[in-house]
């Protein structure tokens, strides 16, 4: 930063001009933003982690306290409900994720590398957007980015020999901020465990033996063998070691929590409810399971998924997948005929519907098990990203406001380009970056959970931006190289 100070500062700038325009043209206050509102007022006023429930304050455990104790902080310097406070306070944790990506990419590729990933995470109009949003994107993707940056130096350092548990300690105290925030958190502990169990070692073990045998013993096998310590062991314990530091930090936040969830609500919950209901809310089972047997794309999640219970369901937007045949269309019709007259998903409905299910997957295993969470997969990855701005859900339709449909046409090309620069770095060159496995498991596993979603939400790929945009930005280095002497040449 200090060779390029005019460059960082100018895409610095940009990047906090194109959240303030986010922030000041498209501010987003969610249901779930007042869920975790409503959770820090009742914390900071009344020192009940609850929620208010006509003129009582509830004990509840629907929501991990990370993000309601930052929204605490918040309200606490700069008033109750200060939104604005919120996302301003955001925004500067979003553009300490460029500097946290750019990091990442120093490390494990090139410094032109990291500054062109500053400038795709600077002005990447995805992450921007949830700034100005109050939810946990942008702390979760921040903390995802400080974890890995943590990580791949501790790894880094292990290679050369030094000493790295304050390292490991951080990496597992930021997989712990990401687990307090949301539960699918835990996924980055699970990656970075499996990458040092299993992937670390021989790269560099090898390396670390060259380096032993050059700088202490004489360049003879005998003498290799006797004054050469076994590294293969000494990599083996070090990872061990800090594995176990990763988890203990990681998880030991939790205990807390799982405590209170203990003495207050008499139950161990040491995360959060699968489906963020109370203990004695109905969990509508058989019609999630049914929703599972044909949801792939995201406006379905708005038109069918979010309306039960409470909103009518328009049966016209079912696509045909949601029909095997015309008996089974016809049961199908019938229980959300009888679901809108009330709009309450009764115990007998909901056995309806998960009859319907189960014969569906009887039917189809291979579908329901593996084609449709590929496909949410999909969906999340490749649909363009704009849940949160006015084009319509089904912006493909090009019905309403045809400009608003070339809008997400655009963030959809911007979102692919993303994602093929990354693909294009996992081709030609995964062995030029450093510790890319590490990376690479932690989008298989994230991608793989996300696929067993009922509701695929774009949203919850955002997390693995910073590894998009570094396996990306790889890729850009490589074609400046490329092109420069040419340039000069001419």
Same mark, same amino acid.
């Given at each position: ?75 606490w ?29 120093r ?61 490991w ?12 925030l $949301?539960?699918? #958190? /835990?996924?980055?502990?699970a990656?970075? @465990? +499996?990458?040092?169990? =299993? ?5 560099? %073990? ?32 070090? $990872?061990?070691? #800090? /594995? ?5 930090? @990681? +998880?030991?936040?939790? =205990? ?5 969830? %203990?003495?207050?609500?008499?139950q ?5 409810p ?54 089974e269309?016809d049961?199908t ?158």
């Open positions: 930063m200090r060779e390029h100070r005019r460059f960082f500062l100018g895409a610095t700038l940009a990047g906090l001009a194109l959240r303030l325009f986010f922030f000041v043209y498209f501010p987003a206050v969610t249901d779930d933003s007042r869920i975790y509102a409503d959770l820090a007022t009742n914390w900071l006023q009344h020192g009940i982690y609850g929620q208010t429930q006509g003129t009582q304050i509830v004990p509840t455990d629907t929501r991990l306290p990370g993000y309601p104790l930052f929204l605490v902080k918040i309200f310097l700069f008033g109750t409900g200060n939104f604005k406070a919120v996302l301003l306070t955001q925004i500067l944790f979003d553009l300490g994720t460029c500097l946290i990506v750019a990091d990442l990419a490390r494990m590729v090139s410094e032109r590398a990291a500054r062109i990933a500053f400038v795709l995470t600077a002005l990447c109009p995805f992450l921007a957007n949830y700034a100005a949003a109050v939810l946990t994107e942008t702390l979760e993707i921040f903390f995802t980015a400080l974890a890995l940056d943590c990580a791949v130096a501790a790894l880094d350092r292990m290679e050369e020999g030094a000493s790295v548990r304050k390292l300690a951080a990496t597992g105290a930021a997989i712990a901020a990401c687990i307090l $949301r539960p699918d #958190g /835990g996924i980055l502990l990656a970075v @465990a +499996l990458y040092l169990v =299993a992937a670390a070692p021989k790269g560099a %073990f090898d390396f670390g033996q060259r380096a032993a045998s050059l700088k202490r013993c004489p360049d003879t096998k005998l003498s290799l063998q006797r004054q050469c310590p076994d590294r293969k062991s000494i990599w083996l314990r070090r $990872r061990l070691v #800090g /594995g176990l530091i990763v988890a203990v930090f @990681a +998880l030991a936040p939790l =205990a807390p929590w799982t405590i209170r969830n %203990f003495r207050t609500l008499h161990f919950q040491p995360l959060a699968r489906y963020a209901t109370e203990s004695d809310e109905l969990v509508p089972r058989g019609f999630i399971r049914w929703v599972k047997t044909w949801i792939v794309d995201y406006a379905s999640v708005e038109e069918i998924y979010w309306n039960v219970p409470g909103v009518t369901v328009d049966p016209t937007k079912l696509p045909s997948r949601a029909f095997d045949t015309s008996a269309r049961a019709l019938a229980v959300i005929a009888d679901y809108n007259q009330s709009q309450e998903m009764t115990p007998a409905l909901d056995g309806r519907l998960s009859e319907i299910a189960r014969d569906r997957i009887r039917a189809h295993p291979v579908r329901y098990y593996t084609v449709l969470p590929l496909l949410r997969a999909a969906d999340m990855w490749l649909r363009p990203r704009t849940e949160l701005l006015p084009p319509d859900v089904r912006w493909w339709e090009f019905n309403d406001d045809i400009t608003q449909s070339f809008l997400a046409v655009g963030f959809g090309l911007l979102n692919l380009a993303y994602v093929a620069g990354a693909l294009l770095a996992l081709v030609r060159r995964p062995s030029g970056i450093r510790w890319a496995g590490l990376l690479i498991i932690f989008l298989l596993l994230r991608s793989a959970f996300l696929g067993t979603l009922e509701n695929p939400e774009t949203r919850y790929t955002l997390e693995c931006y910073p590894v998009v945009i570094l396996f990306a930005s790889g890729v850009l280095a490589d074609l400046q190289r490329i092109r420069r002497p040419a340039y000069q040449t001419s």
